[in-house]
C-alpha cells in the first residue's frame, strides 16, 4: 500500500498533463462515454470515501451502474475545464471506495488508456506500474470481469517479468495484457498466441 499510492498519484499526474489541450467530446473505450466523462468518473473515485459510497449504494437501491453515472454527474463540472480542474485537484487524494488500493490503481491505469488510445495519446508506464496492475486482475473479478476472461489461458508478457496461468499463449506487452483482460478489444490486436482468438471470443 506504501507503494501504490504514489504509483496512482504518479499516473494521475500525467493524466492530467496529458488532458491540457484533449478533444473533450472524444468518444472513450467506455462505451457511450465521452474521454470527459471518464475523467470524471475518475475524480469521483478519488472523492468517495466508503461511507458515502455506501449511502450511494443504498440511495440508488443497490443498482451499481446507477450510482456510477450519478457520482460522474456530480464531478462532470460546467466545462471541459472544470472537469480538468476537479481532477487535478484529487491527484494526491488517497479517498477510496471500499476497494483495494491497487484496484484504484487499475482503474486509475485502464481509464487512463480509455482516455489516451482514442486521442492517439500514448504513455511510457513504469513497468513495475504495469506488473503490479496485471498480477492484480489476473487474480481478481473485483470491480471489472478480468481473471474470468482469462480463466485457462497461458499470459506472458514480452516486456516484463509477468506471466500466469496454464493454456493456449496469449503474449504481447504487459500493458495490451491488462487492457484485454479488462475486455478492451482494440488491444487484441497488439497479442500474440493461439489463446487470443479465444480472448476475442469472450
Known amino acids: 500500500m506504501t507503494a501504490t499510492w504514489p504509483q496512482i498519484h504518479a499516473e494521475r499526474a500525467a493524466l492530467a498533463d ?7 467530446s472524444t468518444p472513450s473505450l467506455c462505451e457511450g462515454l465521452s474521454v ?3 475523467l470524471a468518473h475518475l475524480t469521483a473515485g478519488a472523492s468517495l470515501t466508503p461511507l458515502r459510497w455506501m449511502a450511494g449504494v443504498l440511495r440508488c437501491r443497490f443498482d451499481f451502474d446507477r450510482q456510477v453515472a450519478m457520482r460522474l454527474a456530480e ?18 487524494s488517497t479517498t477510496k471506495p471500499p476497494l483495494p488500493v491497487v484496484a484504484m490503481l487499475g482503474e486509475t491505469v485502464v481509464h487512463g488508456e480509455d482516455i489516451r488510445r482514442p486521442l492517439g495519446i500514448r504513455r ?22 478480468a ?20 493454456g493456449p499463449l496469449v ?15 482494440r488491444f ?5 498466441g493461439d489463446g487470443v482468438e479465444v480472448l476475442r471470443q469472450r
Open 36 to 38: 470527459r466523462e471518464v
Open 124 to 145: 511510457e508506464y513504469p513497468i513495475d506500474t504495469l506488473t503490479a496492475v496485471a498480477r492484480y486482475y489476473l487474480g481478481s473479478d473485483l470491480v471489472v470481469l
Open 75 to 92: 464531478h462532470l463540472g460546467d466545462s471541459p475545464a472544470d472537469t480538468l480542474t476537479r481532477f487535478r485537484r484529487v491527484i494526491t
Open 18 to 24: 496529458d488532458l491540457s489541450d484533449a478533444a473533450w
Open 171 to 185: 503474449s504481447g506487452p504487459t500493458l495490451a495484457l491488462i487492457m484485454a483482460m479488462t475486455g478492451r478489444s
Open 188 to 192: 487484441l490486436d497488439d497479442l500474440d
Open 147 to 166: 481473471k474470468g476472461r482469462v480463466r485457462g489461458l497461458r499470459l506472458e508478457a514480452t516486456d516484463s517479468d509477468f506471466s500466469g496461468g496454464s
